[in-house]
């Protein structure tokens, strides 16, 4: 099995390389987490060994779980990510395991994450998830809300916002889901030409995130074509 992801990530490592190649980039801007939802911590261990440095969670109880079953087995450089939806009872155990917070999409849960990281005495960094297209269970803010919720969550002082994150409805093809890789992109330009600071863009799953990175990921959250498919139950 250790072959197996060790030839997986390799896999993921070359696709975003040839992906950034074709649009001019430097494959070293594109940075992989690996989404171990449904993972076994033995998984988990063995692709860190192959070099993964990012870890998604969906679930803050599952990362819990692993990050215990874990604990002083993975070198100090590793950091974990959530990367679905907060709810708010979840908010002072999140900001306790994770390093990064990808789906922050309303002042109320950015001001519970700014209290907790206080009272934990660091500064949590966040990205802001845009809901793009229909569905109404996808989370995130409109983009018409943004600037509002930039300037809110700017206030605070134990929370920065490092970049925006959008999770594309359900597409046909991964060339289906361009024009919303794209219009994060122009958001994200259009809020730093109004004087916010947004290098990152997460953007991106197992099935378009070359598209992704040719629209200008920064991040991308590649579950499947590193540990291949999985029963979610």
């Known amino acids: 099995m250790s072959g197996g992801i060790i030839e997986s990530i390799s896999s993921v490592y ?3 390389s040839h992906a950034a190649m074709r649009a ?16 076994s911590a033995a998984s988990v261990r063995e692709a860190v060994d192959a070099g993964v440095r990012l870890l998604g969670e969906s679930r803050v109880q599952e990362a819990r779980d692993k990050v ?15 990367i679905g939806r907060l709810q708010s009872n979840k908010a002072r155990l999140a900001v306790r395991l994770f390093d990064m917070i990808q ?16 009272e934990a005495g660091k500064v949590q960094r966040v990205l802001v998830q845009v809901k793009l297209g229909g569905g109404e269970a996808r989370a995130g803010v409109s ?16 929370i920065v916002v490092e970049g925006l994150m959008t999770i594309p409805p359900l597409l046909e093809t991964p060339e289906d889901a361009r024009p919303y890789f794209r219009r994060l992109r122009e958001i994200r330009d259009e809020a730093e030409a109004e004087g916010f600071r947004l290098p990152e863009l997460s953007m991106g799953m197992s099935g ?26």
């Open 14 to 16: 070359k696709r975003i």
């Open 24 to 39: 001019g980039r430097d494959p070293s801007a594109v940075k992989l987490v690996a989404v171990t939802k449904t993972v």
């Open 68 to 82: 215990s079953a874990l604990a002083g087995d993975l070198p100090e450089t590793v950091s974990w990510h959530m």
């Open 103 to 118: 789906s922050v999409d309303s002042l109320d849960i950015a001001r519970r994450l700014d209290r907790y990281a206080s």
């Open 143 to 158: 983009p018409e809300r943004l600037s509002a919720l930039l300037e809110g969550v700017g206030s605070l002082n134990n």
């Open 208 to 233: 378009d995130f070359e598209v992704a990175v040719e629209e200008g990921a920064t991040i991308v959250r590649v579950g499947t074509a590193v540990f291949g498919r999985r029963n979610y139950g």
